[in-house]
């Protein structure tokens, strides 16, 4: 091979990671360079590209996009046609009459980056020399559309509008919703949606020039979570076939575990995922007492690779547990707890709710931090598992309003909270239940106690053992654990 050859080879290939270069080459084009030098008819040795190529098609060429200028294999073919005047297995395509005037008119008016002069190169790759056929790689590189223009005749054209006529049908009929031109005049107005106040108009206004909070597809994100939680809800009633866990148990590791979260500084996303995923996989699997802290620490292990931008080394989860489970442990149950679950950690994080109602609160420093300790109890008492997030997020922030005395609960909270005042009542009694008995789980009550949560813990217990007659609850002296044997 002469030297010229293999240095423009090597040229081309080098281009092709080279983002800042302007004929950028895929492998496509590379591998059908590739087939055209071994295919091209010699006289003797092999000439390089250049001296093959007139140097006006090569400019044309280096400056056809990257979509039309698929390879260059018909370049020392269609030299060699016209060299030849025409022979039969070089003839252009363009001198074919039937369906082909049709296909390159119509392709020209989609696509103004595809020549004339490009679609009249296809027919000599097809119909050659019997080394360089539609291979693999055309395949790949080669459109639908391009296909329906190689096609027979007229039929490739009715086929496709059929097809595109139908397809809204058929989502509209499998997915019964509503077709996103008609969705701006339908009121939906069901037990799941609220209809908006006209304030909240306003508010989603403000929100507009700030990019970060997706003002135009908040809506619909919260849409979908609220329907994505209903899959995300553990068995309550899971502690029925373990044979040696019992919810007070289950409260010692989360209580645990809140601690663990705390010293790390990891979020608060990270805490709620943790104990979503040990509740799902011990309604899945039967542990052992003795493994049960291993589930923990890994739940919280996977939960913190998910949700942080920096999640601590499993040597750290190694030494919080004083060394009770090693490194391969906790990467073997790791495993079989994601295999358990199906790898499915799509789990609707009660703080996003929860931010949510806070945006109708006028974001108030003081009734969202009560609200994320009143919604952190849902972590440890059991008796919210068959809740969803987002109505334990609602419930919070309604008894954190309530403690502040910030004002009733008005059609604007309710809108975006996604419950009225009825709906949220029940867990606001669960809440001043617990609040009201002794302290049971101390981590979480000292970590609530610090300045950094504004003592949201001791204010709370102090306003619910003082109106937790107003609720009906009148064996304060009895502690959660007495109350569940």
């Not at 025409?86 to 395509?93: D, R």
């Not at 996103?180 to 106040?197: F, G």
């Not at 217990?461 to 009148?474: H, S």
Request: charged share 25%; aromatic share 8%.
């Amino acid at each position: 091979m002469p030297p010229g050859t293999r240095t423009v080879r090597h040229r081309l290939v080098g281009s092709e990671n080279d983002e800042n270069s302007s004929t950028r080459l895929t492998r496509a084009k590379a591998a059908a360079l590739h087939v055209d030098e071994l295919a091209m008819p010699t006289k003797g040795a092999l000439q390089p590209r250049k001296s093959a190529v007139p140097l006006g098609n090569a400019g044309v060429q280096r400056k056809r996009p990257a979509l039309g200028d698929v390879s260059n294999v018909n370049k020392p073919e269609a030299v060699e046609g016209k060299k030849a005047g025409g022979k039969a297995g070089l003839v252009s395509k363009a001198s074919h009459p039937t369906g082909i005037q049709k296909s390159t008119t119509r392709t020209a008016a989609v696509r103004s980056g595809l020549g004339v002069k490009e679609l009249n190169k296809a027919e000599p790759r097809r119909g050659g020399s019997g080394t360089i056929g539609a291979g693999p790689k055309r395949k790949v590189v080669s459109t639908n559309k391009d296909q329906d223009d190689l096609a027979a005749g007229g039929e490739a054209q009715p086929l496709r509008k059929r097809t595109h006529a139908q397809k809204p049908v058929e989502l509209a009929r499998d997915e019964n919703r509503v077709p996103i031109s008609q969705q701006a005049d339908v009121n939906v107005d069901d037990e799941h949606k609220l209809t908006p106040p006209n304030a909240v108009r306003r508010l989603e206004e403000d929100d507009w020039d700030d990019p970060l909070m997706v003002a135009e597809y908040a809506t619909e994100i919260f849409e979908y979570l609220r329907d994505l939680e209903c899959r995300s809800v553990p068995n309550p009633d899971y502690m029925s076939h373990q044979d040696d866990l019992e919810w007070k148990t289950r409260g010692i590791l989360i209580d645990w575990l809140i601690e663990v979260h705390t010293r790390f500084h990891l979020l608060p996303e990270t805490l709620f995922l943790a104990v979503n995923i040990i509740d799902r996989f011990l309604s899945a699997k039967v542990v052992q007492l003795d493994r049960l802290q291993l589930v923990g620490i890994t739940a919280m292990f996977i939960a913190s690779k998910y949700e942080e931008v920096l999640s601590p080394h499993v040597e750290n989860f190694k030494r919080i547990t004083d060394n009770g489970f090693s490194e391969a442990e906790i990467l073997s149950a790791e495993r079989f707890l994601l295999s358990t679950l199906n790898y499915d950690l799509s789990y609707p994080n009660p703080m996003n709710f929860l931010r949510r109602v806070s945006k109708a609160d006028n974001y108030d420093i003081q009734s969202r931090t009560i609200g994320k300790y009143l919604m952190e109890i849902s972590l440890l008492d059991h008796r919210f598992m068959s809740f969803r997030p987002s109505h334990c997020a609602a419930a919070a922030m309604y008894l954190a309003r309530m403690m502040l005395d910030r004002g009733p609960w008005d059609n604007i909270l309710a809108y975006y909270a996604g419950y009225d005042r009825q709906e949220v009542q029940p867990l606001v009694d669960l809440m001043i239940d617990y609040l009201a008995r002794p302290v049971v789980h101390e981590a979480f009550f000292k970590k609530y106690a610090s300045k950094k949560f504004l003592k949201a813990s001791i204010l709370a217990c102090q306003w619910a053992r003082k109106n937790a007659a107003l609720f009906g609850i009148t064996d304060t002296q009895l502690s959660l654990d007495e109350i569940s044997s």
